[in-house]
């Protein structure tokens, strides 16, 4: 393996660990009035979902595991897949997979902004965010950041044109 294989794999696995944190920890608490208190995370929110199927929550059930974790798990594979073999063929289907599941992946942050905005402009609830959240975030913004090495690094070991010189 070249170095930057190493320095792009470490940056993957930090990736996943924050994703995993990121959906598993509590990402907010609801709390409405004094009494009452809901605290959630992405994968306790699908397994809810789940467990009571009704047409709202067979649709929301399909958005959040879509886009919170079926792309972001396809990204993460393809983008280890690239690291793995760096540089052997980069322009390929799957390079411009990632790059399309990449695009898609970026809704679990819509839908963690909605979710916030919802429950912040509804009157007498207070949402806390937790952790969950923080890590959830980062592990996008890496993924952004290593998305965008590969496709940096690919432009970097394309073969260079040769310039035509008229004279």
């Known amino acids: 393996m070249k170095p ?3 320095v792009l794999f470490i940056l993957w696995l930090v ?3 924050c994703f995993i944190l990121g959906v598993s ?4 608490t609801v709390e409405k009035f004094i009494f009452f208190e809901n605290e959630f995370s992405l994968v306790g929110s699908i397994i809810e979902l789940a467990g009571e199927p009704s047409g709202q929550n067979v649709l929301l059930l399909l958005i959040i ?7 972001p798990i396809a990204k993460l594979a393809t983008m280890f897949l690239q690291i793995k073999h760096y540089g052997k063929n980069w322009q390929n289907k799957m390079t411009r997979l990632v790059e399309t599941v990449g695009h898609f992946s ?4 819509f839908i963690i902004a909605l979710m ?4 912040k ?4 609830v207070d949402v806390i965010i937790h952790s969950g959240f923080y890590w959830f975030f980062v ?3 890496l993924s952004i950041v290593l998305s965008f090495a590969i496709k940096q690094l690919r432009k970097k070991e394309l073969p260079q044109p040769l310039d035509n010189e008229m004279g």
């Open 65 to 71: 595991g879509i886009f919170t974790f079926v792309f």
């Open 121 to 124: 402009v509804r009157v007498l």
């Open 116 to 119: 916030v905005l919802l429950l």
């Open 25 to 28: 920890l509590p990402i907010a």
């Open 139 to 141: 592990s996008i913004v």
């Open 106 to 109: 970026m809704l679990d942050v």
């Open 4 to 6: 930057i294989q190493y």
């Open 15 to 17: 990736i996943l660990a």
